[in-house]
């Protein structure tokens, strides 16, 4: 949520920000400052009639000990207590409409974010490794899955409809191989705190981090309780400090976790519906940061390289791309995307998405921090896969298949496969 300071103090630069993002929202700020001057002269009304009516109130006390008859005075304070009722009855009108208002406008870019209109526009910062070279032409995910026996996607179909992955034998060994990798080497090396979240989350906490009211036809609801799927970790563990105040010296504070994704991907039928490259459901183990506004963009390259880590160490080609202003999140004020190779694919998918939303997430969470001078200030929220493991999945496979149709998996992984390293046709 952006602070109606800024939008008051500072109108047009705010516009121009958000022009950047091809947003067309002059209407709507427009309302917000209709609204907020309405707010600040109810304020001022209502400070005058409660002076008015303290003022009175202590000539009433005066008067009646005097025996002075104030049924007149009191009379008129009664009039006037109705008029600073509904005064208040407006200003929560007032209030909440902003409040709706505010929801609904995206983060501002930061000064850094390069002007765009889409994906097309998104600069590459770097990359990592070679694409790896075959003698025969490399098979897709879903080939090399169903021939190894590790994915059966028609049973899964007929178990959920499309979307749906269903891991077998070793597929599901080697998915639940990675969760563990993953945590591991967060925890271990990078100083993240393991958190295992509920994965139901109510309304509040999704309004927290912005996927409500924007993106609610993209998630799954419960029928009978407002619950939702988390659609990541990012969700429920960015809301543990929601409406709560931090200890400076507490900053940062650095949690990962996993958590199955649920999202109804609304609109996308048709795009990328062979195997598993967009889905319903899939895993990932999420990092999220809590910082120090002065610190969060070296936390923010910090969170970056800890993603990195993982793709280098499966030994995985990718390259790093820095979204511009029209194809960032909601919620985000920078994000670099971790585009993973995928051979069978003959293309980049996005693996990982490290974001910075500064003070966007913490205003709608009310989640604050107590500087050394004693100020309450909002913390700066970070949030990236570490990573989603659908794509890292598909990359494994097209990247390490053998012309004879088995998988070599990366040494690393064997500690969590039981010292397997090869997967062979049955």
């Not at 907020?36 to 002269?41: T, V």
């Not at 207590?81 to 005064?87: F, Q, S």
């Amino acid at each position: 949520m952006l602070d109606i300071k800024l939008i008051r103090d500072n109108p047009d630069a705010v516009r121009k920000r958000l022009a950047d993002r091809g947003r067309g929202d002059e209407a709507v700020l427009n309302e917000i400052t209709v609204r907020d001057q309405e707010r600040r002269a109810l304020i001022v009304e209502a400070d005058k009639l409660k002076a008015r009516r303290n003022a009175v109130s202590k000539e009433i006390g005066a008067l009646k000990a005097k025996g002075v008859d104030v049924s007149e005075r009191m009379a008129e304070m009664k009039e006037v207590g109705n008029v600073i009722a509904a005064g208040d009855q407006r200003m929560a009108h007032v209030d909440e409409r902003l409040r709706v208002i505010l929801l609904t406008i995206p983060n501002l870019p930061h000064p850094s974010v390069p002007t765009g209109k889409d994906a097309a526009d998104n600069p590459e910062i770097r990359r990592w490794g070679q694409k790896p070279e075959f003698a025969f032409k490399p098979k897709p995910h879903w080939e090399i899955g169903e021939a190894l026996d590790i994915l059966d996607f028609p049973r899964a179909t007929k178990i959920s409809g499309s979307g749906f992955i269903l891991y077998k034998g070793a597929g599901a060994r080697l998915e639940r191989g990675l969760i563990n990798f993953l945590l591991d080497l967060h925890t271990r090396e990078h100083g993240y705190t393991e958190i295992f979240p509920p994965f139901l989350i109510n309304r509040a906490s999704m309004i927290g981090t912005g996927q409500l009211p924007k993106f609610e036809e993209d998630m799954y609801r419960l029928r009978d309780d407002e619950l939702y799927l988390a659609p990541t970790a990012e969700v429920p563990v960015s809301n543990i400090h929601r409406d709560e105040i931090l200890r400076h010296d507490q900053l940062p504070i650095y949690y990962c976790a996993y958590t199955p994704c649920f999202r109804r991907e609304a609109g996308a039928a048709g795009k990328e519906t062979r195997g598993m490259i967009r889905v319903h459901q899939f895993d990932k183990v999420e990092m999220v940061k809590f910082s120090h506004p002065d610190s969060s963009y070296d936390e923010l390259e910090k969170m970056l390289a800890n993603a990195e880590k993982v793709l280098q160490l499966l030994g995985l080609h990718y390259r790093v791309i820095l979204l511009c202003t029209g194809d960032m999140g909601f919620a985000s004020a920078k994000t670099y995307d971790i585009e993973v190779w995928a051979p069978g694919q003959n293309a980049y998918l996005e693996v990982s998405s490290c974001s910075n939303c500064e003070d966007f997430q913490s205003r709608r969470a009310n989640i604050r921090f107590k500087d050394k001078d004693g100020k309450n200030r909002f913390v700066h929220l970070l949030n990236g896969s570490g990573t989603a493991l659908a794509r890292l999945f598909v990359a494994l496979l097209e990247t390490y298949q053998q012309p004879d149709g088995s998988l070599l998996l990366p040494e690393i992984l064997a500690p969590y496969l039981s010292g397997v390293r090869a997967i062979h046709r049955k």
